[in-house]
Antibody, heavy 128, light 109 residues
Framework: QVQLQESGPGLVKPSQTLSLTCTVS??????????WSWIRQHPGKGLEWIGH???????YYSPSLKSRITIAVDTSKNQFSLKLSSVTAADTAVYYC????????????????????WGQGTTVTVSS | EIVLTQSPATLSLSPGERATLSCRAS??????LAWYQQKPGQAPRLLIY???NRATGIPARFSGSGSGTDFTLTISSLEPEDFAVYYC???????????FGQGTRLEIK
């Protein structure tokens, strides 16, 4: 059974870069047919999709965060990561890593069957 | 960007009743819509994908319907554990971008 676990600092200073890692167990980040994803949830608010990366390295970001995000996968460590630069208090949230079944079916075609595995979430506070 | 609007914001019902939650898209998303359940302090759980397909292990009392811009999640007979927040989520035709609705809180009446 695949499990995901987020890790990283719980406190980040304004203007710095937030860095989180998601460690995958019971499965492989090099396996095809998945999107490795990041989602966040501001306190008391709804879910916000941040971005995802496929096993082949195709990366897609939320348009609203695109200028500040980097998502990468390290297959040797079976991890994927999120970096969010120039953080402000508005980036304070619970950050989840998750896995969606999906992938390319050629050209501008892909399938996506939802985020069916989630980490427990990690709270990140941006404050000086 | 496609916007998903969920209604009602809060739904108050009793165990055993039928729950109907709505999700409307600002433009057609075909059948590319999923539903999630989130309980306090927990990560969301996938219930339905591609509008009507139940995810693994999801009870049959949960069903999804709709296509285009209007979608519904129905819980046929509420169990005590069903009271939670429910989110819909769509994916673009291309590129593969994802958005969530703002959520519906299902509370015990």
């Amino acid at each position: 059974q695949v499990q995901l676990q987020e890790s990283g600092p719980g406190l980040v200073k304004p203007s710095q870069t937030l860095s989180l890692t998601c460690t995958v167990s019971g499965g492989s980040t090099s396996s095809g047919g998945f999107y490795w994803s990041w989602i966040r949830q501001h306190p008391g608010k709804g879910l916000e999709w941040i971005g995802h990366i496929s096993h082949s390295g195709s990366i897609y970001y939320s348009p609203s965060l695109k200028s500040r995000i980097t998502i990468a996968v390290d297959t040797s460590k079976n991890q994927f990561s999120l970096k969010l630069s120039s953080v402000t208090a508005a980036d304070t949230a619970v950050y989840y890593c998750a896995r969606a079944r999906g992938g390319s079916c050629g050209g501008d075609c892909y399938y996506y069957y939802g985020l069916n595995v989630w980490g427990q979430g990690t709270t990140v506070t941006v404050s000086s | 960007e496609i916007v998903l609007t969920q209604s009602p914001a809060t739904l108050s019902l009793s165990p055993g009743e039928r729950a109907t939650l709505s999700c409307r898209a600002s433009q057609s998303v075909s059948s590319y819509l999923a539903w999630y359940q989130q309980k306090p302090g927990q990560a969301p759980r996938l219930l339905i994908y591609d509008a009507f397909n139940r995810a693994t292990g999801i009870p049959a009392r949960f069903s999804g319907s709709g296509s285009g811009t209007d979608f519904t999640l129905t819980i046929s007979s509420l169990e005590p554990e069903d009271f939670a927040v429910y989110y819909c989520q769509q994916r673009n035709n291309w590129p593969p971008l994802i958005t969530f609705g703002q959520g519906t809180r299902l509370e015990i009446k």
